[in-house]
């Protein structure tokens, strides 16, 4: 696929505009988030409808969509194509579960998309800042891009199993005592002084993760669900969820596009409070803190974008506790699935909101990746 279906990258923030192949995380004029604009009608002309809506489900069957240009060097470890597995308990309930990509966590859409490109334009060396996740993803397909060389950033709150499965792929870990934006910051630094490349919660990832959407629809035979629950750290998959659902609407393939909802825990979700109180931006938290480990991120990346889905879609936004995450946890695990707290936070607020009609549920992380109570 030629570069022409990337026309630019765009400010979420002050909407400058910048070069499709510039090297960039953050906006340089405002440090806004950024978000890759596509050519719609370059995209169409390789989608043959009735070809594409049969074909088998996996990530990269959605790779039009993506900012990939050298198909040939794609590094993947055969992510998504994941379940989507009807409730036993409530009706017309679905529960995305993924937990069964390649690392245990959904950050695997991400990644096959950010290390594809890191491949394509030839970096070495990288950097991230995780509350594990991100990392233990980052780290396996570094392992298996050959040659590119990985450090982690995770603050000391992260669940020890993931630093075990980080260093077992060979990633190179610095424990930071502090927030996840703590270890953000010291990654930023790196950027600034040494150039290095940054992964994680930036515009490649972003649109990796659309994917999950992707698929949701697909799976429901190309028909919109009620609503789509989304649990909320960085607000990068939440913003990736209803990217997906506003392209498939606008190349024609899904007619209407359903409400997201977007739950955090009630110790961090300053993105739930600034939609409490109808704002576009939000007030970071400052001393955040849950169980759900992995969507403790206090001042998220991609949360004025995660709002602006949230207009966009007519959303709703719930807060949960630690002790309704459990209890979410435990009915997840009466259906068979094993979610880590992180995972079973969506659930946690769909059962609070008692939503009608057919919901989709993302349980985004396994359980076995933070088993300690
Ligand atoms: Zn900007």
């Not at 989507?84 to 959904?106: H, V």
């Not at 040659?147 to 630093?163: D, E, N, Q, R």
């Not at 849950?290 to 001042?299: D, E, K, V, Y």
């Not at 602006?308 to 209890?327: F, P, Q, S, W």
Request: with cysteine; hydrophobic share 40%; proline share 6%.
């Amino acid at each position: 696929m030629s570069m022409s279906h990337i026309m630019w990258i765009d400010c979420f923030a002050c909407k400058n505009r910048y070069p499709a192949d510039s090297v960039i995380f953050e906006c340089p004029e405002c440090k806004g988030p950024l978000d890759i604009i596509y050519n719609y009608d370059e995209i169409k002309k390789h989608i043959l409808r009735d070809e594409f809506k049969l074909a088998h489900i996996s990530h990269w069957k959605y790779w039009p969509f993506y900012p990939i240009h050298d198909l040939s060097k794609i590094v993947t470890l055969y992510e998504g194509g994941t379940p989507l597995i009807p409730s036993r308990d409530k009706k017309s309930y679905y529960f995305k579960n993924e937990g069964l990509n390649p690392t245990g966590s959904f950050k695997d859409r991400g990644t096959t998309i950010e290390i594809s490109h890191v491949t394509e334009i030839g970096v070495k060396n990288i950097a991230c800042a995780t509350t594990g996740n991100m990392g233990a993803s980052i780290a396996a397909y570094a392992a298996r891009a050959q040659g590119v060389s990985a450090t982690f950033y995770i603050p000391t709150f992260a669940s020890k199993i993931k630093y075990v499965q980080i260093a077992s792929y060979g990633g190179k870990i610095i424990p930071v005592k502090g927030t996840y934006e703590d270890a953000l910051n010291l990654t930023r630094e790196l950027r600034r002084q040494k150039g290095i490349y940054l992964t994680g919660d930036y515009p490649y990832r972003g649109e990796g993760e659309k994917s999950v959407g992707f698929e949701i629809i697909d799976q429901l035979g190309w028909r919109a669900p009620d609503y789509i629950v989304v649990p909320v750290g960085n607000g990068t998959l939440f913003y990736g969820v209803y990217k997906a659902l506003k392209e498939l609407h606008i190349i024609g393939l899904l007619d209407r596009i359903p409400h997201i909802v977007a739950v955090q825990a009630k110790g961090c979700s300053p993105v739930v409070k600034a939609f409490a109180n109808k704002k576009r931006t939000f007030i970071p938290a400052r001393k955040p803190k849950t169980i759900a480990s992995a969507i403790n991120c206090g001042n998220p990346v991609d949360g004025i974008k995660a709002l602006h889905a949230l207009y966009a879609t007519h959303g709703m936004a719930v807060t949960v506790t630690d002790k309704e995450i459990r209890a979410a946890q435990k009915g997840l695990g009466k259906e068979g699935i094993y979610a880590e707290p992180g995972g079973a936070t969506a659930y946690a607020g769909a059962l609070k909101l008692k939503l009608p009609g057919t919901v989709v549920v993302l349980v985004t992380g396994h359980g076995l990746k933070d088993p300690f109570v």
